[in-house]
């Protein structure tokens, strides 16, 4: 949000309608001084440092919020960008462990994610949506990096045998299941962002905030416990000892 703010600011007092009128105004005042003083030149000074100023308020009072609302959109579509390269690519190793779950809960995720980001593009919610859509952000990241997670736990289990690979396969199989939790959780959320968005009613904003509140949580746990596996290999170490 920081990163946004600078950018509406720059884009703000620092546009070419807005410093062209100062520079010129600032030059006609040095040019005025070099010749020993013009009313001419200083009326020009003094209308082209004040008529940029004053454009500049007056994009601040009645511009700010489309100025936002643009900056913002492009940086989504930035990230939109960067994130469906990386998609793509899980997208594709994830179609090597022959099981269609994982591939169809790529596909959810990524369509419920396109359906919040479709609503938040309605004239004036952009801005007021930023933190909703940062936090269904971390929720669908959290998922998609067990997707991940669950790609690796099987190609793990290509190396073992017995028992030790039946127990592999578990764990993936746990984790999902997780994901089809956070999947249903995720649907609700972005069917309630879309009634609000229809209503504008702040009670039914109360009330995603808390359901989002209670969905950040188990991806809270779930991020701490990924980190806590970290890499499979290391994870199960004992298991890629063990004769096979």
């Given at each position: 949000m920081d990163s946004l703010k600078r950018k509406v600011i720059s884009e703000l007092f620092l546009a070419p309608s807005v410093l062209l009128p100062i520079v010129g105004g600032v030059s006609a005042a040095v040019l005025s001084w070099a010749t020993g003083g013009s009313s001419y030149l200083n009326g020009a000074a003094i209308a082209g440092i004040l008529g940029g100023i004053g454009w500049g308020l007056t994009r601040l009072i009645f511009h700010v919020e489309r100025i936002t609302e643009r900056i913002l959109q492009a940086e989504i579509e930035r990230q939109k960008a960067e994130e469906n390269r990386?998609?793509?690519?899980?997208?594709?190793?994830?179609?090597?462990?022959?099981?269609?779950?994982?591939q169809d809960y790529l596909t959810l995720l990524r369509s419920l994610r396109e359906d919040l980001e479709q609503a938040a593009k309605q004239p004036g919610i952009q801005f007021r949506s930023a933190p909703i859509r940062e936090q269904v952000g971390r929720i669908f990241k959290v998922?998609?990096?067990?997707?991940?997670?669950?790609?690796?736990?099987?190609?793990?289990?290509?190396?073992?045998?017995?028992?030790?690979?039946?127990?592999?396969?578990?764990?993936?199989?746990?984790?999902?299941?997780?994901?089809?939790?956070?999947i249903d959780r995720l649907r609700?959320?972005?069917?309630?962002?879309?009634?609000?968005?229809?209503?504008?009613?702040?009670?039914?904003?109360?009330?995603?905030?808390?359901?989002?509140?209670?969905?950040?949580?188990?991806?809270?746990?779930?991020?701490?416990?990924?980190?806590?596996?970290?890499r499979p290999e290391v994870a199960y170490e004992s298991l890629l000892r063990e004769p096979h």
């Open positions: 990386r998609l793509d690519a899980l997208a594709a190793k994830l179609r090597m462990d022959r099981d269609p779950r994982t998922a998609v990096d067990q997707l991940s997670y669950s790609y690796r736990l099987w190609e793990l289990s290509q190396q073992l045998t017995g028992e030790a690979r039946e127990q592999v396969l578990a764990d993936r199989e746990q984790i999902l299941d997780e994901i089809a939790q956070a609700g959320t972005v069917q309630h962002f879309q009634r609000l968005v229809a209503t504008s009613d702040e009670q039914d904003l109360r009330s995603l905030n808390a359901e989002l509140e209670q969905s950040l949580e188990v991806a809270r746990r779930t991020e701490q416990r990924m980190r806590e596996l970290d």
